[in-house]
């Protein structure tokens, strides 16, 4: 089975910190995603990445950022932590381009900024 | 663009009784539809999916949906549910880029005793 670990669940950080999330997936993927997930909103993608060093930015990228350096790893960046990205950060993975991709989710981050 | 709705934000079952959660997608040509849950302080968990063919597709704990092009409607079922079930159910279809998907706001799903 492919796994996607977010190395950490829980993060409690304060007001302007730099906040690094990270990603790994173990299986070769091509696709990787990060979303935010908040009651009543669902899931809303923030950046993407199809290959290394490329990314795209999603449906809310606004102060954040991500990096790809390697295939397997991908990473979050808050350069400057607000109270309003107090959220739960679901990262996950795909296999290649084009087509239905069925995407396996690691099991979440969850910050405070407070 | 295409986009997914699911009705019912809260749905509270007995322990036993049988479920469909509802979803309904707009999307310009033959769906692919996505079924995920999310048991609590977890991500998401692929339950089931429909790319083509049988409209009736199965998928893992028990879980079944039924693509209906007339309706735009790709509904989860199940014909016993079990306190472990109780978490929240996305529905899903392609979109937000690199074949990601789009979600529906979620349905939680309470299993009462």
């Known amino acids: 089975d492919v796994k996607v670990t977010q190395s950490s669940r829980y993060l409690v950080k304060r007001t302007g910190e730099k906040v690094f999330l990270e990603c790994v997936q173990d299986?070769?993927?091509?696709?990787m995603f990060w979303y935010r997930q908040d009651p009543g909103l669902g899931l809303r993608l923030i950046y993407f990445s199809y290959d290394v060093k490329m990314k795209e930015k999603g449906d809310i990228p606004e102060g954040y950022s991500v990096s790809r350096e390697k295939k397997e790893r991908f990473s979050l960046i808050l350069e400057s932590a607000s109270t309003n990205q107090t959220s739960m950060y679901l990262c996950?993975?795909?296999?290649?381009?084009?087509?239905?991709?069925?995407?396996?989710f690691g099991a979440g981050s969850r910050l405070t900024v407070l | 663009a295409q986009s997914v709705t699911q009705p019912d934000i809260h749905i509270t079952v007995s322990e036993g009784a049988s479920l469909e959660l509802r979803c309904n997608y707009s999307?310009?040509?033959?769906?692919?539809l996505f079924w995920y849950v999310q048991s609590p302080g977890q991500g998401l968990q692929l339950l089931l999916k429909y790319f083509s063919g049988d409209t009736l597709v199965q998928g893992i704990k028990g879980f079944e949906a039924e693509f209906k092009r007339s309706q735009s409607s790709f509904n989860l079922r199940k014909p016993s549910v079990h306190w472990s079930d109780a978490a929240e159910y996305f529905c899903a279809v392609p979109g937000g880029g690199a074949d990601g998907l789009t979600f529906g706001k979620g349905t939680h799903l309470i299993i009462q005793p």
């Open positions: 299986m070769d993927h091509e696709n």
């Open positions: 999307y310009g040509a033959t769906p692919y």
């Open positions: 996950a993975s795909s296999l290649f381009r084009g087509g239905a991709n069925v995407l396996t």
